[in-house]
């Protein structure tokens, strides 16, 4: 007797869950895959941009950041654990790749004819930080110390400008001696005119900074194998923002 064997085809229908909005960066800072998503939250620039895409393309990162003309400026990416790469005008950036952290931008005329200067070594997790979140910068040394110089530091509202220079004092026995203070080029003033308290001038590579005398306190410590010029960056950026938390301006000051 003859078997007759049916043959049933199973179909099975993948659910694909859309979200409603998708930061990328907390995906690759926890080493996942980002979803799909109607938008997405990136960074350019330590900038937050809402985009309806899940691909642009270099131009167009560049554009929504207001560099323009775009072909002036190189674009990098930030990828999880440290790696930076670049992203051509007309290369495609998806945001639902694995791993991409931010992006950031590099005034391509501002070095032209000249190097940065690297006259000193700093210790590979600082030059990590330093490739990934700052345009240009420097190690400089002088009869009076070796220094980090940064530029286009971004400032919060209230100074009337919206960057600076800034230079960082490295400490004989860094990374175990504790980094401390901030240097400023050109001097910030409040624009409500309200006085910055505790600034002195300081002559580094030929020019007069401002030393803002900011120190960690005992609740705060320097922790030895944890802050680094990193974590004091982010603290030099809290002592911009503290100037007014502690004396608000009497009126909104413009950017």
Same mark, same amino acid.
């Given at each position: 007797m003859d078997k007759h064997i049916e043959h049933t085809d199973v179909v099975i229908i993948e659910e694909i869950i859309i979200l409603k909005v998708v930061n990328i960066h907390v995906y690759a800072r926890a080493g996942q895959?980002?979803?799909?998503?109607?938008?997405?939250?990136?960074?350019? +620039?330590?900038?937050?941009?809402?985009?309806?895409? !899940?691909?642009?393309?270099?131009?167009e990162l560049l554009t929504l950041a207001g560099k323009l003309p775009v072909e002036r400026f190189q674009l990098n990416q930030k990828l999880h654990k440290g790696k930076v790469e670049k992203i051509g005008l007309d290369q495609v950036v998806c945001f639902t790749?694995?791993?991409?952290?931010?992006?950031?931008?590099?005034?391509?005329?501002?070095? !032209?004819?000249?190097l940065p200067r690297r006259q000193f070594t700093l210790p590979?997790? +600082?030059?990590?930080?330093?490739n990934t979140n700052c345009a240009i910068w420097e190690t400089v040394s !002088?009869?009076?110390?070796?220094?980090?110089?940064? +530029?286009?530091?971004?400032?919060p509202n209230g100074y009337?400008?919206?960057?600076?220079?800034?230079?960082?004092?490295?400490?004989?026995?860094?990374?175990?001696?504790?980094?401390?203070?901030?240097?400023?080029?050109?001097?910030?003033?409040?624009? +409500?005119?309200?006085?910055?308290?505790a600034l002195c001038g300081q002559m580094i590579d030929g020019k007069m900074f401002q030393?803002?005398?900011?120190?960690?306190?005992?609740?705060?410590?320097?922790?030895?194998?944890?802050?680094?010029?990193?974590?004091?960056?982010?603290?030099?950026?809290?002592w911009f923002e503290q100037e007014f938390q502690k004396r608000p301006a009497p009126y909104a000051v413009p950017a």
């Open positions: 895959k980002p979803p799909k998503a109607e938008k997405y939250e990136i960074q350019i +620039d330590r900038i937050e941009y809402l985009v309806d895409k !899940e691909h642009m393309t270099g131009r790749d694995p791993g991409v952290e931010k992006f950031m931008t590099v005034p391509l005329d501002q070095t !032209e004819g000249k590979e997790e +600082d030059l990590e930080a330093l !002088e009869g009076n110390g070796q220094w980090v110089l940064i +530029d286009e530091f971004p400032l009337g400008v919206q960057t600076a220079t800034i230079a960082i004092k490295i400490e004989p026995g860094y990374p175990r001696t504790q980094l401390d203070m901030v240097y400023v080029y050109p001097p910030l003033q409040r624009a +409500d005119n309200q006085p910055i308290n030393r803002w005398s900011r120190h960690r306190t005992g609740e705060n410590p320097w922790r030895d194998g944890e802050d680094n010029l990193s974590t004091h960056l982010l603290l030099v950026s809290f």
